[in-house]
C-alpha cells in the first residue's frame, strides 16, 4: 500500500508551530523518512504562512568561527582531565550547571563523546554524562551559535540519551527523549548526517519496542539518506541495523541484509563495522543451520573479536556467538556456561530486557537436559520483573504457560522460541 502524504492544513499548523502532541510526532516522522512531497510542500506553506523554515532569521552577533570552536574543544578536554573527570556525577552538574564558563560548545561535545564512550560499559554513568551535555545545549548563547547548529546539537544529545535509556530498559524515557530529537531536527541546519544518527537509534528503540517492520522502514530511509548524499559507510551501517532488527525473526531476509552491507563497506576504512558485520554473519549463518560455515568464520574472527578496546561492547557479542554456536553444536555444558556468563554480563550493567531473553534461552537448554527444576526457578525469578514492568497481559500468560509447561515436563523447544517472539515484539506496555 502506497503511503499516504501529510494534508496541507497539518503541514501549515506545524509550520505555525501550532499542531501538538502526536499530530506533530506524526508529521515529523512523515517527514524524516524521508518525503520529499511532503518536505517541499511544508517549504510553500511555510513561505505562504509567512513562517520562515530555518530558526536562524540573522547571522549571531558574536558568531564563533571553527577555529574558535576547535580552541574550544582544546580547553576543554584539557578541563576535564584536571579537573572534571575526578569528581562524581553530582559533583560536575553543580559546577557546570551555575558556571558560565561551561557554556560552550567545546565542553557540550566532550560530555557527549565520554558520554557516548561508555554507553556499554556503564550506562548509568553514560547517561549521566549526555544529561550533562544537555544541560550546556539548553546554556548555549545564541549570541555566539547558529540556532540551527544549537538544534542539531540538542537532537543529537537526546538521541544520546534515549540510547542510554533505551539500554537501561526505560523504554518511556527513550521513546520522550527520542521525540523531542526528532523535533529538533526539524529546526536544524537540515544536514542528512545529523538526521540519519537521530534515525539510527531511532530504529533501535523501535526494535527492542518490537516494531520490527517500522524499524527496517526507518532504518531503510536512513540508509537511504545517506546513499544520497554518498556516505556509503553509514549507509552500511545502517542496513547492518536493519539485519540487526529483522535477522532474528527473519534469519534469510537478514543475511540477505548483512550481505548487501559487506559490499557496501570499504574493507579497513571503518574497523569497527567490519567487525560488526562479520558478527551478523556468524549468528545469522548459525540461525539458519549452517553450523560448520559459523564456525569456521567465527574461529577466523574472534581474535580480533577479543582484541577490541570496547570490551563491553565486544564481550556480549562473543558470549553470544559462543553460546548460539555451542547450542547448535550439541555441546550442552559448555553453552550453558557461557549462557550464565552472559547472565551476569546483562545483571552487571542493569540491561533487564536482554537478561530476561537470555534467562529464556537458558531455562530453554535445562529444559532438555531434563533439569526441570532449575528452568522452573530461572523462570520463576523473572516473574516479579514482569510485574514490575506492567508487561502486556499476552506477555504474561505466554511465560505462565512455559512455567507450567515446565512443571508439567511438557514444554517444548519450539514453545520456548515462540514465547521468545512474543516477548520481543509485545513485552513493553507502552
Given at each position: ?118 554507553v556499554f560499559d556503564d550506562p ?183 582484541r577490541q578496546a570496547n570490551r ?107 514465547v521468545s517472539r512474543i516477548i ?7
Amino acid at each position: 500500500m502506497p503511503r499516504q502524504h501529510v494534508a496541507k492544513d497539518l503541514l501549515l499548523l506545524f509550520a505555525q508551530k501550532k499542531l501538538e502532541g502526536a499530530d506533530r510526532r506524526r508529521v515529523i516522522r512523515h517527514l524524516l523518512l524521508p518525503c520529499q512531497v511532503c518536505r517541499q510542500a511544508l517549504r510553500e506553506v511555510a513561505v505562504s504562512a509567512e513562517t520562515p523554515v530555518s530558526p536562524d532569521f540573522q547571522i549571531p552577533e558574536n558568531l564563533q568561527s571553527p577555529a574558535s570552536i576547535g580552541a574550544e574543544r582544546v580547553h576543554a578536554e584539557m578541563v576535564w582531565r584536571k579537573e572534571l573527570q575526578p569528581l562524581d556525577s553530582a559533583q560536575r552538574l553543580l559546577l557546570v550547571r551555575d558556571d558560565p564558563r561551561y557554556y560552550t560548545w567545546g565542553f557540550q561535545e566532550l560530555f557527549l563523546n565520554q558520554g557516548k564512550v561508555m554507553v556499554f560499559d556503564d550506562p548509568f554513568q553514560a547517561l549521566d554524562l549526555c544529561c550533562l551535555s544537555l544541560e550546556v545545549v539548553h546554556r548555549l548563547p545564541l549570541d555566539r551559535y547558529r540556532r540551527s547548529d544549537v538544534a542539531d546539537l540538542r537532537a543529537s544529545t537526546l538521541a544520546a540519551i534515549a540510547n542510554c535509556k533505551r539500554l537501561l530498559g526505560d523504554l518511556e524515557g527513550a521513546q520522550e527523549a527520542i521525540d523531542q530529537a526528532l523535533e529538533s531536527l526539524e529546526w536544524g541546519t537540515g544536514d542528512p548526517l545529523e538526521d540519519a544518527n537521530v534515525l539510527s537509534i531511532f530504529g533501535s528503540l523501535l526494535t527492542d519496542l518490537g516494531k520490527i517492520e517500522q524499524a527496517v522502514e526507518i532504518l531503510g530511509a536512513a540508509a537511504c539518506e545517506a546513499h544520497e548524499v554518498g556516505e556509503t559507510q553509514l549507509q552500511a551501517k545502517l542496513v547492518l541495523q536493519q539485519a540487526s532488527a529483522i535477522g532474528w525473526y527473519e534469519p534469510e531476509r537478514g543475511l540477505e541484509l548483512t550481505e548487501k552491507a559487506v559490499k557496501l563497506l570499504t574493507l579497513g576504512r571503518s574497523p569497527h563495522l567490519d567487525l560488526v558485520a562479520r558478527y551478523h554473519l556468524i549468528f545469522l549463518r548459525c540461525e539458519l543451520g549452517q553450523v560448520c560455515e559459523a564456525r569456521e568464520l567465527y574461529e577466523v574472527w574472534a581474535p580480533t573479536f577479543h582484541r577490541q578496546a570496547n570490551r563491553a561492547f565486544w564481550q556480549g557479542r562473543i558470549l553470544h556467538l559462543e553460546a548460539a554456536l555451542t547450542r547448535q553444536e550439541g555441546h550442552f555444558d559448555v553453552c550453558e556456561a557461557y549462557l550464565r556468563q552472559l547472565l551476569d554480563h546483562y545483571a552487571e550493567r542493569g540491561m533487564q530486557h536482554d537478561f530476561a531473553l537470555t534467562t529464556l534461552d537458558l531455562a530453554e537448554l535445562l529444559t532438555v537436559c531434563r533439569r526441570y527444576e532449575e528452568a522452573q526457578e530461572l523462570v520463576d525469578g523473572i516473574l516479579p520483573m514482569f510485574r514490575q514492568w506492567k508487561v502486556r497481559s499476552d506477555v504474561l500468560r505466554a511465560w505462565l504457560m512455559i512455567e507450567e509447561g515446565i512443571k508439567g515436563r511438557t514444554v517444548e523447544a519450539v514453545s520456548f522460541r515462540e514465547v521468545s517472539r512474543i516477548i520481543r515484539r509485545r513485552w513493553f506496555h507502552g
